[in-house]
């Protein structure tokens, strides 16, 4: 299994791939996973981002047992969002999980990551991450941006 990231043009790493090759036997390659934040055009929001080949036999499976949606959204979560992606050139099929990340997580991590700094949230702040929901105007929006973004940077 292999992992890698891009860097952007301030060094930032901006997209995690999760890969696993081709079997030193010559097996088929396992599917491609890639995990990454992401900030769409025309949106302040943060997302994180996980995309996972599927087989279309996995598709069809979940479609036969009417829980494309239901598989991610158990938790009656209004700020995780699903939808499936097929790459145009090599036909591949996945499904994209997207979660509305809090900024205030953002600088939690910052800061501690950065500076050693700890900072607690508050109620009110724990409070209003529970009620993140993606809006129709967010999901149409993250999907074309996200599709755009995928064609470029699925391997094919």
């Known amino acids: 299994m292999t992992s890698h990231s891009t860097q952007d043009d301030n060094g930032f790493s901006n997209l995690n791939i999760i890969q696993n090759t081709t079997s ?3 097996s088929a390659s396992m599917p491609q996973e890639i995990v990454f934040y992401y900030m769409p055009n025309n949106d302040f ?12 036999n996995e598709l069809i499976s979940q479609l036969l047992n009417n ?16 939808f499936y992606f097929q790459h145009p050139t090599d036909q591949k099929i996945y499904r994209v999980t997207s979660e509305m990340t809090p900024h ?4 939690q991590y910052l800061n501690f990551n950065f500076y050693g700094i700890e900072i607690k949230q508050s109620e009110q702040q724990q409070h209003h991450h529970q009620n993140l ?9 993250l999907e074309f941006h996200l599709r755009q973004f995928l064609i470029g940077h699925l391997s094919v």
Request: glycine letters at 2%; hydrophobic letters at 25%.
């Open 133 to 141: 929901e993606f809006s129709n105007k967010h999901k149409q929006n």
């Open 45 to 56: 929001q943060i997302y994180f981002i996980h995309c996972k080949e599927i087989t279309f």
């Open 24 to 26: 030193s036997n010559g």
């Open 104 to 107: 205030s997580y953002i600088v």
């Open 67 to 82: 829980n494309l949606y239901s598989t991610y959204n158990c938790h009656n979560s209004n700020n995780i969002f699903v």
